[in-house]
């Protein structure tokens, strides 16, 4: 089954003077295809203005295609009887953790989601309660949110959409905002969402360390995908990842080099443990 | 100095008070207010002030906390009564060169300091033990019937407790706005009032750029979270009347026969 | 010897429910020209300590001196100090508040009471060195991408002529682009300009790039102070304090215990990978 379906997207940013008239077009999403199978794990790439957060709004039906059609879950999101459907099973998570929590206490945020959706209030205690412990902030549920720290607040706003019991969660670059320690405790929250509950996960985010351990990743540049498969094959193309000025984890990255000036490296090296393991290889 | 501001304020605390009904809590800061103003004598006062006092009690909330509260009104607390003091004509029983006390305006100042006090007081102590959410829910219920005017009764409601989520949020921003513009040479100590008015500009054209940034997230988030306004939505948390409210409600009654008694001496 | 920070302790709300000992005896000397990090996880007191350097908080004990000058002096201009000391806070484009981006640039220079011609100069001078083009000049600063506000925002600070500039995280929120082409500005100012530069930051990567001493502040004390290479052989010790060495230096440890003898001091992949070819070609002969 797929969660996430885009058949040629185009999505225009139209700007207009004080007039109206029609400024300039951007072409934000630029005839994007791509199947998301439910279940898996996929990283979206790309600097900012490559169109990766346009897609994102697009899955949540916070923004409509101008061409092309997107089906999440099966359902068409130009279909407005359908908006509330979709964006239960498409939940949503963004980047700044301070802007997206709205109640004063822990546990009232997360009771927001299920509180719109007329959810029985016995049934949201229930939830409220699973969906803390899965992001492990059960403890906290009677704290004021301003007392969190920013990786913490996250991990609320990812119960917040849990909640909801949603099928699919796309992140917004969840983590662009954290200190290292903060992103490590959303990435590993999110992992175990995906493994645990079997939630498909689209991560959108710039920091190559993050998409690692994912299922798929795909790389946006200037409104279209450019390059997509698993990290290993992804990471294997350092040349091409430079030009699109991504990052790439060190280790890869002194590979890269290594067997550049000569040294009969493998291609795609992620961990550490690779690395070791290819160069013992290579004493022998 | 923000911080002396506790008015408003929520105080953590597990007591009798803190569990009550927001909506007791509410109308009885009402009826106890309009009390006040009905007291005639030293008794009503005197019963006013015993009752606060046995509620604060019961409430656990500190009583040096409570009165740390009242710092941020005594200018306009030493100028009632400085104003009923020398403006209320009568009886003199003091006068020099042009200042004239009367008996009238002792009176008049000391009553309408201790009702001002009192007031302060009670409500404060409404917002120390109920939660701004609890406060925004009981208000919402207690203002349902407006509904049929199509009052948006819900909506009033959310803005208010978001309102309370992002005042803290905001002030450490204009905290830190401050600093950076200082950095940058900006001088918000010295000069007169036109030209500090100026040095505010840097401060809050930020402010609200920022503000409009965070409502603009904030109202998308909530989109997403499939917000649609009250239609249709339940609660985590609906209100309910326990056996307690129902003792408050008993007391509340007496407190306004006592009242009304008092008047009578 | 630009600024000295002599036994500096700072308590954050002292006698209150919120009292924090924020700073704990803190004894650091900066000289005129080093290129510094700072490292250390949120509330290890590192932004509070850059605000004691030029004077926006007042330390609780100890002294801060400038050039000589003890800052608390009664007769001394903290105001003067905030031009010499130049600050930028974090996600600095949020202090942008003038309809051009010249105007603003021209704010701090206007706030110093200079010449209108001496204002401009500096103004256009300082977006030069951000590398903001003649083009983007009179634009809105809000209509600007989020990196290019960043770089107005830092103008802002250059156009004072800071001897010092300190930075808090510079690069936070801004992608892989954006962060490279900020550093690389800083870096540039730095040599061109021979200003001293403090650079606050999260990232280990960035930190061992460039900068040739890092300061490591954990429960606001200063833990670790040397070259990237000292401080960073201590990963170890890092890691309990939440912090971590660069990636590569994890490599080249794990390389050494798996009996592979190279050196283990590199913080760059450029000094891993000569580490590397090194051992390899010896291997080879």
């Known amino acids: 089954m797929k969660m996430i379906e885009a058949k040629k997207l185009i999505f225009e940013y139209i700007r207009r003077d004080e007039e109206g008239n029609v400024e300039s077009i951007d072409k934000a999403l630029d005839e994007i295809s791509l199947d998301i199978e439910k279940g898996d794990f996929v990283a979206i790439l790309g600097h900012n203005g490559s169109g990766k957060s346009t897609l994102a709004k697009q899955i949540n039906a916070i923004l409509m295609p101008t061409e092309g059609t997107l089906y999440v879950n099966g359902m068409d999101t130009k279909e407005e009887d359908k908006l509330w459907d979709i964006r239960q099973s498409a939940g949503m998570v963004f980047q700044n953790p301070d802007n997206q929590i709205i109640a004063t206490v822990v546990e009232e945020d997360v009771g927001f989601g299920p509180e719109n959706l007329g959810v029985p209030t016995e049934e949201i205690w229930k939830r409220v309660e699973k969906s803390l412990r899965a992001v492990g902030m059960y403890e906290y549920r009677d704290h004021s949110p301003n007392k969190l720290s920013g990786g913490q607040k996250q991990r609320v706003a990812i119960a917040g959409i849990m909640a909801m019991k949603p099928q699919c969660i796309v992140l917004d670059e969840p983590t662009a905002m954290l200190d290292p320690d903060g992103r490590k405790e959303v990435i590993r929250t999110i992992r175990e969402l995906n493994k645990e509950e079997k939630v498909t996960v689209l991560l959108i985010t710039h920091y190559m360390e993050e998409v690692i351990h994912a299922d798929k990743v795909i790389v946006m540049d200037d409104g279209k995908v450019v390059m997509q498969g698993t990290p290993r094959e992804i990471f294997s193309r350092v040349e091409e990842l430079k030009r699109y000025r991504m990052d790439v984890p060190q280790i890869t990255e002194l590979a890269y080099e290594l067997k550049q000036k000569g040294m009969p490296l493998p291609d795609g090296i992620l961990t550490i443990e690779e690395f070791t393991e290819a160069m013992k290889r290579l004493e022998q | 100095m923000i911080r002396d501001i506790t008015i408003g304020q929520y105080y953590p605390a597990d007591s009798i008070l803190h569990r009550l009904d927001p909506r007791v809590k509410l109308s009885g800061t009402l009826i106890y207010i309009v009390c006040l103003f009905l007291v005639k004598n030293l008794w009503g006062y005197l019963i006013a002030a015993l009752c606060l006092g046995a509620i604060i009690r019961l409430s656990k909330v500190p009583f040096g906390f409570i009165v740390r509260g009242l710092k941020t009104i005594i200018i306009l607390l030493l100028f009632t009564v400085a104003f009923n003091l020398f403006l209320t004509s009568g009886t003199p029983i003091f006068e020099w060169k042009f200042i004239r006390i009367t008996k009238e305006g002792v009176s008049l100042a000391f009553s309408m300091a201790v009702r001002l006090i009192l007031l302060i007081l009670g409500s404060s102590l409404m917002t120390f033990t109920t939660t701004p959410n609890q406060l925004t829910d009981g208000m919402e219920s207690l203002l349902g019937p407006l509904k049929k005017l199509h009052v948006p009764v819900h909506e009033i409601a959310m803005m208010m407790s978001i309102a309370l989520r992002f005042i803290p949020i905001l002030l450490e921003e204009t905290d830190k706005i401050m600093k950076a513009q200082q950095a940058r040479g900006a001088d918000f100590e010295t000069g007169g009032i036109i030209k500090r008015a100026k040095a505010m500009v840097p401060i809050l054209v930020p402010l609200f750029i920022s503000a409009f940034r965070r409502a603009g997230d904030l109202a998308m988030a909530m989109e997403a979270r499939c917000y649609r306004g009250g239609e249709g939505r339940t609660k985590m948390k609906p209100l309910k009347y326990h056996k307690p409210d129902g003792i408050a409600w008993v007391a509340i009654v007496c407190f306004i026969a006592l009242t009304v008694v008092s008047r009578r001496f | 010897m630009a600024i000295i920070l002599d036994k500096l302790d700072y ?160 690069t936070a929120g801004l992608d892989p682009k954006g962060r490279d082409e900020i550093l690389d500005q800083i870096a540039k100012i730095h040599k061109e300009q021979k200003i001293t530069v403090i650079l606050v930051s999260h990232s280990m990567e960035d930190v061992a790039k460039y900068v040739d001493r890092i300061i490591v502040m954990n429960h606001g004390e200063a833990v670790y102070d040397g070259a990237p290479k000292e401080v960073f052989a201590h990963y170890k010790e890092l890691e309990q304090i939440g912090l971590a060495a660069p990636q590569v230096t994890y490599a080249m440890h794990a390389l050494r215990d798996a009996g592979i003898p190279v050196t283990t001091d590199a913080t760059t992949v450029e000094e891993a990978r000569d580490a590397i070819l090194a051992w390899y070609r010896e291997e080879k002969k």
């Open chain 3, 11 to 170: 308590v954050y709300s002292p006698g209150t429910a919120y009292e924090k000992h924020a700073l704990k005896n803190i004894n650091l000397v900066i000289n005129d020209g080093e290129f510094i990090g700072i490292i250390g996880h949120t509330g290890s007191g590192k932004s509070t300590l850059i605000q004691h350097m030029n004077g926006l908080v007042k330390a609780t004990g100890g002294t801060v001196y400038y050039n000589g000058a003890d800052i608390y002096d009664e007769d001394y201009k903290l105001k003067d100090l905030r031009t010499k000391v130049g600050l930028v806070f974090q996600y600095p484009e949020h202090q942008l508040f003038e309809t051009t981006v010249l105007k603003d640039v021209q704010f701090g220079p206007k706030n110093l009471g200079l010449p209108p011609l001496e204002v401009d100069l500096r103004a256009y001078d300082a977006l030069k060195q951000v590398g903001i083009g003649d083009d983007l000049i009179d634009a809105s600063p809000f209509e600007l991408s989020g990196g290019q506000k960043r770089r107005v925002a830092i103008a802002g600070v250059l156009a004072m002529k800071p001897e010092v500039l300190i930075l808090d995280e510079p």
